[in-house]
Nanobody, 128 residues
Framework: QVQLVESGGGLVQAGGSLRLSCAAS????????MGWYHQAPGKERELVAV???????YYADSVKGRFTISRDNAKNTLYLQMNSLKPEDTAMYYC??????????????????????WGQGTQVTVSS
């Protein structure tokens, strides 16, 4: 069983930055594909970024050039550096993980049902 705990959310002005963290329990973290999703009130959960166990990445068009996903396997931690934040980035941000070894080192799951574990979320609010 993998447990995910997000942190780092908060209130920031437009143009500002935040760094989200997701601490994962369990072993074999380096073999796990992980992603960040966000969900605004009344909207569906949307993919923000994904990183494979081998370090490949994928970004939603809306965040390309502004957000960076990374991982520190020694610390079992996933990050999302968010720069040039916009009011439309306001949402609850969730960390998600596949089970270790699923799909191989370059697996980049893009749909919610491809993930096996989810965190509780951290709120990001961007004021204009």
């Amino acid at each position: 069983q993998v447990q995910l705990v997000e942190s780092g959310g908060g209130l920031v002005q437009a143009g500002g930055s935040l760094r989200l963290s997701c601490a994962a329990s369990g072993s074999r973290f380096s073999f796990t594909a992980m992603g960040w999703y966000h969900q605004a009130p009344g909207k569906e959960r949307e993919l923000v970024a994904v990183i494979s166990g081998g370090g490949s990445t994928y970004y939603a068009d809306s965040v390309k050039g502004r957000f960076t996903i990374s991982r520190d396997n020694a610390k079992n931690t996933l990050y999302l550096q968010m720069n040039s934040l916009k009011p439309e980035d306001t949402a609850m941000y969730y960390c998600a993980a596949t089970r270790p070894g699923k799909g191989g080192a370059y697996y980049l799951p893009r749909r919610p049902h491809e993930y096996d574990y989810w965190g509780q979320g951290t709120q990001v609010t961007v004021s204009s």
